[in-house]
């Protein structure tokens, strides 16, 4: 059966000549697997590919990107499909799904591993955590490992170890010309420099190489519960002690609404909440000293802070993020001074549904010790990455709580210097990508999407224009 792309008509037989050339599967409209196939985790994003080839191996990308550029298709690259604008998706395009790729190899004497750019960071953990071993991860399980690093990658073990991608150590990609390169700090050093936190701009990544650290089994994690009549106290202490937090100490603040969770009382359920959650990555003594002052930030309504499994920590947040919910998320590097807290606790009382929040990332550490420059990720010098989410199970009155997430994130980004955070980016507009970038990291940006994507195959994406196209 022939299939309408938003070019034209592919024939039944060149989309035959596809399938004969991978080792994985073409799904087209009208395929059984077609509904599944060409669904994202965010529901928002409701669009119908031409093709969905779901990649075996590296010879698949590079069938599929040859095709795509022979058949002048659009392109989504998708990982873990956790792409909050959609960008892992397209309408009357072809998606490069790898998720099929899963392979793994973890170097326990090296402290490395190599992940296939399928795995999401449940079932890299699960690989890593088999030695004790970790590098920093998505704080929900179902996240995929590519699209977080390539993007910087912010977790439990940021103040630690940094982000993912300051963990990076190589990557093997497939150009837009179907070339297979590896790199890293020797070869291809500038696209190495540029996969760490430029996004999926320069070509499919096929494999990710990891440094990885000792963590665990066991770590000091979990969370304090405060109700938000003190969340103005609550956030200035917290703001006032992460100065004196060791590297091992990792805290964010999230400012939502209680779900129904066993450990809250009943009246609670329902009534808008602070919750301070954090995770100590040291030995759990040292960690109880580290983490006593979060306990009394006012008066806790549940503290469930205590040792637990880094795997426990690393899935803890996993029932609330189910996938096929609506989803915006929008972001903002800030000082949190005074005015900036309270443009966040006077957003908290105004949340659209149940299920919207503020997230307040503490940042420093590991973080902010790597070199201005070192990474396309820039943003090292930030005192609080702060996320806006909107969520909502029902697709009615979505934009308008989307557009609740970008209010709220306008009063929060006046009080930093407006930059904003690729992967936390629910927008596709072209400013939203500038705005992640200073001038000169950006002008370098293009430097490397001009020598790997000079005709910009790969545009679904936080997009670096290449010079060609203005
Ligand atoms: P995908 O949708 O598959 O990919 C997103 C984009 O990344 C693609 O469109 C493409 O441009 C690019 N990409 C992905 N894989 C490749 C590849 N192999 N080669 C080239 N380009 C590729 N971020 C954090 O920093 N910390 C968090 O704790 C965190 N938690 C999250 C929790 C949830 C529930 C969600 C939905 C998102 C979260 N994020 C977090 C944001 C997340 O990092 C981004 O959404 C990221 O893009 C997801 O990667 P993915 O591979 O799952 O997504």
Same mark, same amino acid.
């Given at each position: 059966?022939?299939?309408?792309?938003?070019?034209?008509?592919?024939?039944?037989?060149?989309?035959?000549?596809?399938?004969?050339?991978?080792?994985?599967?073409?799904?087209?409209?009208?395929?059984?697997?077609?509904?599944?196939?060409?669904?994202?985790?965010?529901?928002?994003?409701?669009?119908?590919?031409?093709?969905?080839?779901?990649?075996?191996?590296?010879?698949?990308?590079?069938?599929?990107?040859?095709?795509?550029?022979?058949?002048?298709?659009?392109?989504?690259?998708?990982?873990?499909?956790?792409?909050?604008?959609?960008?892992?998706?397209?309408?009357?395009?072809?998606?490069?799904?790898?998720?099929?790729?899963?392979?793994?190899?973890?170097?326990?004497?090296?402290?490395?591993?190599?992940?296939?750019?399928?795995?999401?960071?449940?079932?890299?953990?699960?690989?890593?955590?088999?030695?004790?071993?970790?590098?920093?991860?998505?704080?929900?399980?179902?996240?995929?490992?590519?699209?977080?690093?390539?993007?910087?990658?912010?977790?439990?073990?940021?103040?630690?170890?940094?982000?993912?991608?300051?963990?990076?150590?190589?990557?093997?990609?497939?150009?837009?010309?179907?070339?297979?390169?590896?790199?890293?700090?020797?070869?291809?050093?500038?696209?190495?420099?540029?996969?760490?936190?430029?996004?999926?701009?320069?070509?499919?990544?096929?494999?990710?190489?990891?440094?990885?650290?000792?963590?665990?089994?066991? %770590? *000091? @994690?979990?969370?304090?519960?405060? +109700? #938000?009549?003190?969340?103005?106290?609550? &956030? !200035?202490?917290? =703001?006032? /002690?992460?100065?004196?937090?060791?590297?091992?100490?990792?805290?964010?603040?999230?400012?939502?609404?209680?779900?129904?969770?066993?450990?809250?009382?009943?009246?609670?359920?329902?009534?808008?909440?602070? %919750? *301070? @959650?954090?995770?100590?990555?040291? +030995? #759990?003594?040292?960690?109880?000293?580290? &983490? !006593?002052?979060? =306990?009394? /930030?006012?008066?806790?309504?549940?503290?469930?802070?205590?040792?637990?499994?880094?795997?426990?920590?690393?899935?803890?947040?996993?029932?609330?993020?189910?996938?096929?919910?609506?989803?915006?998320?929008?972001?903002?590097?800030?000082?949190?001074?005074?005015? #900036?807290?309270?443009?966040?606790?006077?957003?908290?009382?105004?949340?659209?549904?149940?299920?919207?929040?503020?997230?307040?990332?503490?940042?420093?550490?590991?973080?902010?010790?790597?070199?201005?420059?070192?990474?396309?990720?820039?943003?090292?010098?930030?005192?609080?990455?702060?996320?806006?989410?909107?969520?909502?199970?029902?697709?009615?009155?979505?934009?308008?709580?989307?557009?609740?997430?970008?209010?709220?994130?306008?009063?929060?980004?006046?009080?930093?210097?407006?930059?904003?955070?690729?992967?936390?980016?629910?927008?596709?507009?072209?400013?939203?990508?500038?705005?992640?970038?200073?001038?000169?990291?950006?002008?370098?940006?293009?430097?490397?999407?001009?020598?790997?994507?000079?005709?910009?195959?790969?545009?679904?994406?936080?997009?670096?224009?290449?010079?060609?196209?203005?």
């Amino acid at each position: 059966m022939s299939v309408e792309t938003a070019r034209g008509v592919l024939g039944d037989a060149t989309i035959g000549e596809l399938e004969a050339a991978v080792r994985g599967s073409v799904v087209r409209p009208g395929d059984a697997a077609y509904e599944e196939a060409r669904a994202v985790w965010n529901a928002a994003h409701d669009k119908r590919p031409a093709l969905v080839v779901r990649c075996a191996g590296v010879a698949d990308v590079i069938r599929a990107v040859e095709f795509a550029r022979s058949q002048d298709l659009l392109v989504a690259v998708r990982g873990g499909a956790h792409s909050i604008a959609g960008f892992s998706t397209c309408d009357g395009g072809i998606v490069i799904d790898l998720s099929g790729m899963k392979g793994v190899r973890v170097d326990p004497g090296r402290r490395r591993v190599i992940a296939e750019a399928g795995l999401t960071w449940g079932e890299l953990d699960h690989e890593t955590q088999a030695f004790g071993l970790a590098v920093t991860g998505g704080l929900v399980s179902s996240t995929g490992v590519s699209g977080f690093t390539l993007g910087g990658g912010v977790g439990w073990l940021l103040r630690r170890h940094g982000l993912a991608c300051d963990n990076l150590v190589g990557a093997d990609l497939v150009t837009a010309d179907g070339r297979l390169v590896h790199a890293d700090a020797e070869e291809h050093p500038e696209l190495f420099w540029a996969l760490r936190g430029g996004g999926g701009n320069f070509g499919v990544v096929t494999s990710l190489e990891f440094e990885l650290h000792p963590v665990g089994p066991q %770590v *000091l @994690a979990g969370l304090v519960i405060y +109700p #938000a009549a003190e969340a103005a106290q609550v &956030v !200035r202490r917290w =703001r006032d /002690l992460c100065p004196d937090l060791p590297d091992e100490l990792t805290t964010l603040v999230n400012l939502t609404t209680a779900p129904p969770l066993p450990f809250l009382p009943e009246a609670v359920h329902g009534t808008r909440i602070v %919750v *301070l @959650a954090a995770m100590y990555a040291g +030995p #759990a003594e040292a960690g109880e000293e580290a &983490v !006593r002052p979060l =306990r009394s /930030l006012g008066t806790p309504i549940a503290d469930v802070l205590g040792p637990m499994p880094y795997l426990g920590m690393q899935t803890l947040l996993d029932p609330l993020w189910t996938r096929g919910a609506h989803n915006y998320f929008t972001s903002a590097f800030v000082e949190p001074s005074d005015a #900036a807290l309270d443009a966040v606790t006077a957003a908290h009382l105004t949340t659209p549904t149940p299920q919207s929040e503020i997230h307040l990332h503490q940042l420093g550490g590991a973080f902010a010790r790597v070199p201005a420059g070192a990474t396309a990720f820039s943003q090292r010098d930030a005192g609080v990455l702060c996320n806006v989410i909107a969520r909502s199970p029902e697709a009615d009155g979505f934009d308008g709580h989307a557009d609740w997430a970008r209010a709220t994130r306008e009063a929060i980004a006046r009080h930093g210097n407006g930059s904003m955070y690729v992967n936390f980016t629910g927008d596709g507009e072209r400013d939203k990508a500038l705005a992640s970038y200073p001038q000169e990291v950006r002008d370098r940006l293009v430097r490397v999407k001009d020598a790997y994507d000079p005709t910009n195959l790969f545009r679904l994406n936080q997009n670096i224009r290449p010079s060609a196209a203005g």
